[in-house]
């Protein structure tokens, strides 16, 4: 492992995303676009709707958008021959995988903080705990979607493959992550699933946060959400060969 | 040397190459003649999916710019693979430089062109250099001559997707050179190109070699033959003939390689 390469990935990517203006102006504008959306549609509705699903949404988009991202870009590294020129240099599969965390866990921190930003700021979500917290669970949550998307690229030929995995990784984490009916409402075998899902915890820790903001419950939701993403990362590191069929 | 085609001046350069070798060695150079091999192949074998691309290979590729020529699918991808350490190898032994092929320290003594432009679309030709190079941990300073030798400074600040099929497969070249590597393993680096450019790059090959490298081209066209020091014909994974252009000439009495080749093939079957 080194931290010169590393950072070299990470830089290479971050150029990649700021030349592509309409990829960034997505990562950034369509999360507040979409949370001012919510906020709108409960507008009238009595109760505090917003304040119920609001942090669900915040904790889904790092999570949805770094996932859907890092599988398309790494697929394209894999069918281009980046990868591979790469693997016969002193690049380390964790110095790759490290660089792509990094990377886009500080778009995750941007993106973050201008939908918290809104959210906060302008639609009046009610936070009890400290805001800064909401950041970093976004930003746990962005490596999680990287990590997966790194994994699942390896199973994708195509990017066409590549985008359906979002309905079939994706989807079912964020029906069953306790946003529409509570966790311990499900049928026993749904909660015993949903309890083996990331974004379960991701999710949890952002309503925690919102609600009574017990900031050890918090922390461990965090903690969750990082193993899974270090064990996605794990799992990732072992799909990348050096030597291929 | 009767009977080649005068292709692009080819020959003359080879003899050009001997002369100034010969007379002028620089110190790199002495030491790869002192090696014996920059790489050796015993009995490889690789299998891909139910096929035995390579059944059992052995070859010896020496300093100066060696021709690996056969027709597409048989087997020079797979083996080129082999020498950077990216193919799974069923057995055999390959070993590059004294070690064995992939391992660690030859990650930044061998430079690699794959078919495809290796290379990020999405960046200018000095972003993806500048990369690589951080990525090797070689000199900044070697990317502008790595951009130079492959004729593409005016290029620099360009996007590599704006850029021509010739011109991408050039900066995937370039990558190739960052840190002056030992030996360079090009995939068909001139398929595609036009004349000019072809002649080009083959006196590049020619100057890098002259500096004491090893380089290994691949080309499905035969007369790209004329323009190495030393041919590999390859045919189904095997090494048909081995030997510099005019030798394998003579040998086969043919009056070009794609004749020898084809006299090879005949007499073998």
């Known amino acids: 492992m080194s931290a010169r390469i590393t950072l070299a990935v990470a830089g290479r990517v ?26 709108w549609m409960f507008d009238d509705l009595p109760g505090d709707l917003f304040d119920r699903f609001g942090p669900g949404l915040l904790a889904m988009f790092p999570f949805i958008v770094m996932f859907l991202v890092t ?77 997966l998307g790194l994994l699942v690229s390896a199973f994708a030929t195509t990017e066409f493959q590549a985008v359906q995995f979002m309905p079939a990784f994706v989807l079912p984490q964020i029906l069953l992550c306790g946003l529409f009916v509570p966790r311990d409402a499900m049928p026993g075998v749904l909660e015993a699933i949903s309890n083996v899902l990331p ?47 | 040397m009767g009977g080649g085609p005068a292709t692009f001046g080819g020959q ?82 390959v070993e590059v430089l ?72 050039r900066v995937s070249l370039a990558v190739a050179l960052l840190g002056q590597p030992d030996l360079l393993v090009l995939d068909e680096p001139t398929v595609g190109l036009d004349p000019v450019l072809r002649r080009d790059l083959w006196q590049l090959f020619h100057r890098i070699a002259d500096a004491g490298a090893a380089v290994l081209v691949s080309s499905h066209v035969m007369d790209e033959a004329e323009r190495c020091h030393r041919l590999l014909l390859m045919r189904e994974g095997q090494i048909i003939a081995d030997g510099p252009p005019d030798e394998i000439r003579e040998r086969t009495g043919a009056a070009d390689i794609e004749q020898a080749f084809l006299h090879l093939v005949e007499a073998t079957s």
Not at chain 2, 106 to 133: C, H, I, K, P
Request: net charge neutral; proline share 4%.
């Open chain 2, 98 to 169: 004294g070690e064995p092929a992939g391992s660690a320290p030859l990650r930044t003594r061998v430079g690699y062109v794959t078919q495809a432009a290796s290379v990020y679309d999405d960046l200018t030709v000095a972003e993806n250099l500048r990369f690589f190079a951080r990525v090797l941990g070689v000199d900044p300073a070697s990317v502008d001559e790595a951009i130079g030798s492959v004729d593409l400074s005016s290029y620099r600040d360009q996007v590599v997707s704006r850029l021509s099929g010739g011109q991408r497969s």
């Open chain 1, 71 to 147: 599988s398309v870009t790494t697929l394209r590294e894999r069918g281009s021959g980046t990868l591979e020129r790469l693997l016969t240099m002193p690049m380390g599969r964790l110095d790759f995988l490290l660089g792509y965390a990094l990377a886009f866990g500080l778009l995750a921190a941007v993106q973050a903080a201008l939908a918290v930003g809104v959210s906060v700021g302008l639609l009046g979500l009610d936070v009890n705990g400290p805001v800064w917290l909401l950041g970093v669970v976004a930003v746990v949550d962005a490596v999680l979607g990287t990590a």
């Open chain 1, 199 to 245: 974004l379960s915890y991701a999710v949890d820790a952002m309503q925690e946060l919102v609600g009574s903001a017990d900031q050890a419950e918090v922390w461990r939701d965090v903690l969750v959400v990082a193993v899974f993403a270090l064990a996605a990362l794990g799992l990732g590191a072992a799909t990348l060969r050096r030597r291929t069929p």
């Open chain 2, 12 to 93: 003359e350069m080879w003899l050009d190459h001997r002369a100034t070798g010969l007379t002028h060695p620089r110190p790199r150079s002495t030491i790869q003649r002192m090696m014996k091999n920059v790489v050796e192949v015993r009995d490889l074998v690789v299998v891909r999916g139910s096929r035995e691309v390579l059944p059992g290979i052995s070859l010896d590729v020496q300093a100066g710019v060696t021709g690996l020529l056969g027709p597409s699918g048989c087997g020079k991808t797979t083996l080129m693979r082999c020498l950077v350490g990216a193919q799974q190898v069923r057995s055999g032994t």
């Open chain 1, 14 to 39: 971050l150029t990649q995303v700021r030349r592509d203006h309409r990829t960034l102006a997505m990562l950034l504008v369509v999360p507040c676009v979409l949370i001012s959306l919510l906020w």
